[in-house]
Each structure stands twice: as structure tokens, then as C-alpha cells.
């Protein structure tokens, strides 16, 4: 059979990749660092070359004691000898040891260092990417990925600093000393060791690798699937589909079970064949010292020597073995969180950007073409539009028209595919992203809250807001009547997504919070659930109010929100095929307007 060594090459480079990726991106983190690796380094070769050379007393002592039928004063200067030897192994072992701790009390700084930048940098990162990531990812894998990864960096840390570098100090330096006095025995250290390590190298890269990169996927799914449903936990009630949910997750489970069961089980052949290794290894080294004392090339002190160093390569390349292996291990664990580091942003800020500058609010759409991944035909093809400063304009239309993506648009949630969309005759696509939004209001049809203080949430547009403006903002939206009669006011805690509060109230709050951010740009997306009609009369009231004087695009679903605006966009399958203010709406016999006017008239009639 031809073996394609080519080929065997390529796929050797492709299992090594995420190794690579891993490597380079925990020196990256060394090297911001450079004082503390280079003083741990140094810290943990001197303690580890402290305990290279203790075998070379522990021989000494050997010979010294080893003369049978000494004379008492020959025995005198043996014992001396042997103290002094014994001396030189306790004053190395101690120097290993203070060494060794100096090591570990600064690979702690920097290893907390790393895992801190790490995790901040990755959700950086993660709050940066563009809305089509988030809504592909889910909340609970993202939160595995960062937290594994980071300890994962603890591991790794460990590893190559604490017990790879001294491991290949010892590796090496018994080998020089070995060789320096017998050439045949350093070359069978050297050669078994190096054996040994591509054995282990190979065996965590090609074959217990590509397996632990499968078990963690299936372990990042079952922090996603856990998310998923305990953050939907209310819907799961609601349906009463407990068992429904628990069948769905076992299932995720048990293939994470499967997947794990074969990685843990190739990580137990791996070591036993590195054991083997060990064994063979074993053999021919002592074997090798037996012949040079029956050669007459070695003293008994040698062959102690020999054993001694023997022992120490031994324990050292078993826990090679081991580190590779955690290695491997850490490498895994940390592939996602590297991953996330240099995934593109989806939407990026373009190199010169300057700060966009918003104080009429016009807004142009020029020619837009806009085509969603995965959709046959784009949404927008041409789109052309203005809304003029401070013009209120409401957007009306079919479900799936594209009213909300109109409006994700100009917060460049997407970017466009072609044309132009300009903001005071400011392109959007070359402004900086946050510097855009946070001009521009949102109060979404779903409102979703910080498990903060209602104070906390409302001023999040504007976080040096004093109390006296949040409860202003918050008597303009209708909202500081129900928050004052909380038990704690407006340092009441909402909940995860401000789910203790009502449906209604959590529209006020996010109203309240657009008044406090006074931005010139104002979205509304109205919600579709119904409300009670005070709720809803508090809510169009704090609305009309809010609008006033600014440029405001309301999406509405409720025609009655509408109604009193000057101009409404009617969408239907991305075009605007309509525009007028409602009583012109309303006279077009044919037209979807008044279409979806009959209807809810018909239905309110009907009700
Ligand atoms: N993130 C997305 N990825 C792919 N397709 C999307 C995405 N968001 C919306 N769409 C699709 O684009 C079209 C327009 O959606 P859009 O949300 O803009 O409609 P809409 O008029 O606001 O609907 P609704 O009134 O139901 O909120 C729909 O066909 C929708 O399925």
C-alpha cells in the first residue's frame, strides 16, 4: 500500500490548527505581560535545575559510603564526604522548593490577569456583534464558551509554565549529563524521550483532539438547550410541557453523553500507550546501565546515579504525558472562547469613522437594496424614501412587510446591500455604530429590562441623569404614579427582562426612558399584545407627548396609533405602496390601508 505522506501532512496541519490558534493567542496574552512570564520562567528552571543535579550527589554519596572493610579513619573521611554530599542534595532541595514557590506566586498574578482580560475582551467582543450573530447564538452557549475558555486559560497556564518547561529543563539537562559521561546512554535517553513525546504529541493532536473538539460542541449545546428553556420557562408552564422540555434536553444529554464517553475513553488508550512507551523505555535504560557495570565502565555509585536519574525521567515523562494531555485538554476548552476573538463583527465601524452629528433628524433612504442572508429575493430593491426633520411618520403593513427591518435599518443594525442611507446628509454605514444609536430613541414592541432598579433602567440612555429627571421623564410617560406605589419606589429590582412587571408598565417604563435619553430620532415599535384601554390610553397619551417635536417613525399595529399623523407609510412585501395621512388612506377603495382599516373596524365592531 503508498502511504500519501502529503496528504497525512495536510490532515496532521489541520487537527494542529486549533492548537496553533490556542498557542498564539495565549503568547499574545504572555507577552502583554512580559516581566512576570520572564520572571515565573526563570523561576521555575532554577528550582527545576536545582533538582536536575540533586542524582549527581545522591551517586556521590553512594560511592563515598560504598569501599567495603573501610579503616575507621578512611570511614571518618567517607562519612564526611557523604555529609557533604548529603548537604548539597538538601541545599538544592531547598533552593527547588523556594524557587518553585516564587514561580507559583507569579503565575498566579499573571494567570488572574489573563483570565480577567480574556473574559472582558470576550464580552466586549460578544455585546459587539452585529444583531444576525445573537439571534444564530444562543445566550446560554455564548456564556459556556467564555466561562470554560477562561478557566481553561488557568489549565493551560499551569501546564506549559509549571510542569511542560521543567519537564523538558530535566529531559534535557539529564540527557547532557548522561551523554557527557556515557555518549550510548544519552543517546538512548534522548532518543526514548523525544519517542515518547511525539507519541504523546500525536496521540493528544490526532487522536484525542478531534473527538474532545466534538464532546465540548455537544457541551457548549447543552448550556444553549438548558438557556433556552429556562429562560422560556414561563411559555414551558403555559403549556404545561414540563416532560415535553425534560425528553428535549435528555436528548442533548445523552448525545453529549455519548460524544464525552468517547473522548475520555481515547484519552485512557492514549495513556496507556504512553505507559507502554514507558515500560520500554524502562527496560532498555537499566538494561544499558547493567551492561556498562559489567563492562567495568560504571561503579556501583553510577549505576545509583543511573537509577536515580532514571527515576526522576521517569516520573517527569509519565506526567509529560500528563500535561500533554491537559494540554490538549485546555486547548479544547478554550478553541470557542479563541474563537469569538476573531470572528468578524458582522456590521464594523469603518476605519475613518467620524462621529455622526444628529440635530434636524432627516432621513434619507437612497436607492436601498437590502437582501437578508438565506432569502431568495432581496426585502428592499430601490427603496427610496425621506422623512423630513421632525416629521412624525407612522409605518403600516402586513406582518413580514418589512416595517421593523425599515426601521433596524437606520439604526444599522444590517447594513445595506446597496444605496445609501443618510441622517443629516450623513451616510450611516461611515459613522461609528454606538455614536449613531445613541442618538436615536427605541422604545421596542417587546420592552426588555435590566434586572436593575427601575431608576437604573430609565436613565440607561443616560446614566448621569439626577433622580429629579428620572422621575420627570418618568411622570411624562405615565409611569411614576404605579412605580411609586412599589414597595421601593424606584429602587425596585424588575426582574430578568423585567418580567415583574406588566405588560403595560414595562412599556411606560421604556417610554419614560426614551424621554430621559431626548434623543432627536425617535423609534417606537408598537406592541401587539392588547392592553387594558386605561393602560392603553396612559400609553398613547405619554406616546403623543413623546413624539412632539421630534423626528418619529412609529410602527404601528394598532391603526388607531396612527391615525392622527400627517403621513403613513403603508408597506406591503418591501415596497411602500401607499402613503398619505389616514382620511386619504381611507378613501382608496382598493387599497391595503383601508383594507387592514375594515378589518380591525369589522373586528372592534364584532367584539
Ligand atoms: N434576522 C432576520 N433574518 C432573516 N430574515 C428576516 C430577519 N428578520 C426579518 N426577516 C424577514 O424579513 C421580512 C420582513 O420582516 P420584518 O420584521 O421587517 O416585517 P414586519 O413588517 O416588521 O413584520 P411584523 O409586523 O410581523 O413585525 C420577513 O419575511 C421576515 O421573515
Not at 3 to 21: G, H, K, M, T
Not at 76 to 83: D, F, P, V
Not at 251 to 256: E, G, P, S, T
Amino acid at each position: 500500500m503508498k502511504i500519501d505522506f502529503s496528504s497525512v501532512v495536510a490532515e496532521l496541519r489541520r487537527r494542529a490548527a486549533p492548537f496553533q490558534n490556542v498557542l498564539g493567542f495565549t503568547f499574545g496574552h504572555w507577552r502583554r505581560q512580559p516581566w512576570v512570564v520572564s520572571a515565573v520562567a526563570g523561576c521555575v528552571m532554577l528550582s527545576t535545575l536545582a533538582e536536575l543535579l540533586a542524582p549527581i550527589y545522591a551517586g556521590k554519596l553512594v560511592d563515598a559510603v560504598a569501599p567495603a572493610g573501610m579503616a575507621s579513619f578512611d570511614r571518618e573521611i567517607a562519612l564526611e564526604s557523604a555529609l557533604k554530599a548529603l548537604a548539597a542534595m538538601v541545599g538544592l532541595g531547598a533552593l527547588s522548593v523556594l524557587f518553585r514557590q516564587l514561580g507559583f506566586h507569579g503565575v498566579v498574578r499573571m494567570t488572574l490577569r489573563m483570565m480577567s482580560d480574556a473574559a472582558r475582551e470576550a464580552f466586549a467582543r460578544v455585546q459587539r456583534f452585529a444583531t444576525d450573530w445573537h439571534a444564530n447564538t444562543f445566550a446560554g452557549s455564548t456564556v459556556r464558551k467564555v466561562t470554560r475558555g477562561m478557566w481553561a486559560l488557568d489549565l493551560l497556564n499551569d501546564t506549559v509554565l509549571v510542569a511542560l518547561m521543567p519537564s523538558a529543563v530535566v529531559l534535557l539537562g539529564t540527557t547532557v549529563l548522561l551523554g557527557q559521561r556515557w555518549p550510548l546512554m544519552g543517546a538512548i535517553v534522548l532518543l526514548g524521550a523525544v519517542g515518547f513525546l511525539l507519541l504523546a504529541a500525536l496521540g493528544s493532536v490526532g487522536y484525542v483532539g478531534p473527538s474532545a473538539r466534538l464532546s465540548n460542541l455537544w457541551d457548549t449545546r447543552v448550556g444553549g438547550a438548558l438557556a433556552d428553556a429556562v429562560s422560556c420557562n414561563s411559555v414551558v408552564k403555559a403549556f404545561g410541557a414540563e416532560g415535553r422540555e425534560d425528553a428535549r434536553f435528555a436528548m442533548v444529554v445523552a448525545k453529549w453523553r455519548r460524544r464525552t464517553a468517547r473522548t475520555w475513553m481515547r484519552s485512557n488508550n492514549n495513556g496507556t500507550a504512553q505507559l507502554v512507551a514507558l515500560l520500554a523505555l524502562r527496560a532498555a535504560i537499566i538494561g544499558f546501565a547493567l551492561y556498562l557495570w559489567w563492562d567495568g565502565q560504571a561503579t556501583p555509585g553510577d549505576l545509583a546515579y543511573v537509577l536515580t536519574a532514571y527515576l526522576v525521567i521517569h516520573g517527569y515523562l509519565r506526567d509529560v504525558g500528563w500535561y500533554i494531555r491537559d494540554l490538549q485538554h485546555a486547548v479544547n476548552e478554550m478553541e470557542e472562547l479563541v474563537a469569538i476573538g476573531v470572528e468578524p463583527y458582522g456590521i464594523a465601524d469603518h476605519g475613518q469613522a467620524r462621529p455622526i452629528v444628529i440635530t434636524d433628524g432627516r432621513i434619507e433612504f437612497q436607492d436601498v437594496l437590502f437582501h437578508y442572508a438565506g432569502h431568495d429575493k432581496p426585502l428592499y430593491d430601490g427603496l427610496n424614501v425621506t422623512i423630513e426633520a421632525g416629521e412624525q411618520v407612522g409605518l403600516v403593513g402586513l406582518s413580514g412587510s418589512g416595517k421593523t427591518t425599515f426601521v433596524k435599518l437606520i439604526q444599522r443594525l444590517h447594513d445595506v446591500n446597496g444605496g445609501r442611507i443618510l441622517i443629516d446628509g450623513q451616510d450611516i454605514a461611515q459613522v461609528p455604530q454606538s455614536a449613531l444609536r445613541s442618538q436615536i430613541a427605541i422604545v421596542q414592541q417587546e420592552p426588555i429590562l435590566f434586572h436593575r432598579s427601575l431608576a437604573e433602567n430609565i436613565a440607561y440612555g443616560r446614566p448621569n441623569a439626577t433622580m429629579a429627571e428620572i422621575e420627570e421623564a418618568a411622570r411624562l410617560a405615565n409611569a411614576h404614579v404605579f412605580i411609586e406605589r412599589l414597595p421601593k419606589g424606584y429602587g425596585t429590582l424588575v426582574g430578568e427582562r423585567g418580567v415583574k412587571l406588566s405588560g403595560g408598565e414595562r412599556q411606560r417604563v421604556a417610554l419614560a426612558r426614551a424621554f430621559l435619553a431626548d434623543a432627536p430620532i425617535l423609534i417606537l415599535d408598537e406592541a401587539t399584545s392588547s392592553l387594558d384601554s386605561e393602560s392603553e390610553a396612559l400609553i398613547h397619551e405619554a406616546t403623543e407627548r413623546l413624539i412632539e417635536g421630534r423626528t418619529a417613525i412609529v410602527i404601528a399595529h394598532r391603526l388607531s396609533t396612527v391615525r392622527a399623523l400627517k403621513r403613513i407609510l403603508v408597506f406591503d412585501r418591501g415596497r411602500i405602496i401607499e402613503e398619505g395621512d389616514h382620511r386619504a388612506l381611507t378613501k382608496r377603495p382598493d387599497g391595503i390601508y383601508r383594507k387592514l382599516f375594515d378589518r380591525q373596524v369589522l373586528g372592534l365592531v364584532e367584539a
